[in-house]
Structure formats: structure tokens, C-alpha cells
């Protein structure tokens, strides 16, 4: 309830600087982000619309609204959005992944693979092996032991992307296992642990 009350909080900031400051692109981003941390999805998509409106050239830094169009089930605009992101950003393992997510429920795991896009000199250790996870070059185990020796972001970091590896292969239980222990067992500072908690409460996975 803390965290709840803390974004509700963050979220009345922000309505009230773009009360006041209509035109601040960042304001309508940074509103979107609390949008979808309070699993607001739909709301938190067009507060980045907005921001895209009042400047195009956020259009390839909206990684967040890729976020969202997965939530959302607009897999076709993921899948967009973050081919976009990769044209300025052609290192992140994270925003090559959620294009396979997104890919995935577009047109199955396979057509995901094979358009599975390069990604080389990721500084994060987990990361690269998240990466060979979906590439089919490592195993679920070889993920969860690097993260276990990266301490509690390493091992947030492996158990959220093997969760969302297993929801793209169809392993409903697997996926649900490792995002709510991802969620529960792993809290980090960081806008990927609210994806987290989102995801298990748009699945209906709360206790």
C-alpha cells in the first residue's frame, strides 16, 4: 500500500506541473510512466502519444510506451516501436527482447527467432545471457546462475526474462513461477520491477 500511495502521490504531481505547463513533453512521459506503474496502461499510452505530439523527436526514446503496447495487446506497435528504439540504442538487449515478445504473440515463437535481431557489447553480464536465452544459445539454468552470482538485481533481472521467455513459449505455470518470484523476491528501484508487479496483477496472479 506504501508504493501505491507513493505513485498516487507522484501521479497528482504530475497532473498538477501539466496543469500548469501544458506543452512540457517530459511532464506527459514522466505522467505515462506513473500511468503504467499503477497498471493504468491505456492512460499511460497516451500520455506518451502526447509527448510524441508535442515533440517527434522522442519518437525513438518511448521505449516505455513499447512497454505498454505489449501490455495493451498492440503487439504490431511494439513490435514498431522498438525497431525505432534500436536505431539509437542498437546495444540493449531488453528493447531486442520485447521485440521478440511482441513478435512472438504476433506470429508465434519461431517467426520471433528468426527475426531475432543482433545485439553485441551489452555491458550486463545477466543481460548478454538473457539475450543467448532467447537465441536458444544458453539454458533457464545457465540465466538463473549468472543472476544468482549478480546478487539481487541479477537475479530480478533472470527471473522476470525467463518468466516472459516461458509466456512466449505458451508455459502459462513457469511464467507465473518466475515474474511473481521476480515481483516478490527481488524488489529493485527500478521502473522494471513495477512491469513486474504489473504484469502479475494484469494476470490475475495476486494472492
Known sequence: MFFRNSLENQLQYWNNIIRSQQNNPQAYVRRGMVQF???KIDESIQDFDLAEKLDNR???????????????????AGVQQFEIDLTVNGHDVEETVWRYL?????????????SLLTVNNDPRRVMRYVYDLFAR??????????????????????????????????Q????????????????????MWYLATVHTKLRKWLK
Request: hydrophobic share 35%; charged share 20%.
Open 172 to 191: 502459462a505455470d513457469l511464467a507465473q513461477e518466475y515474474i511473481v518470484k521476480a515481483a516478490n523476491n527481488y524488489k529493485i528501484d527500478d521502473y
Open 37 to 39: 506503474q499503477l497498471a
Open 58 to 76: 522522442l519518437t525513438p526514446y518511448l521505449w516505455q510506451r513499447g512497454l505498454s503496447y505489449y501490455y495493451a495487446e498492440e503487439f504490431t
Open 102 to 114: 511482441c513478435m512472438a504473440r504476433l506470429a508465434g515463437v519461431e517467426a520471433a527467432y528468426n
Open 137 to 170: 544459445n544458453c539454458t533457464p539454468d545457465d540465466l538463473l546462475n549468472i543472476g544468482k552470482s549478480e546478487g539481487v538485481k541479477g537475479n530480478f533481472y533472470s527471473h522476470l526474462y525467463l518468466g516472459l521467455y516461458y509466456e512466449a513459449e505458451n
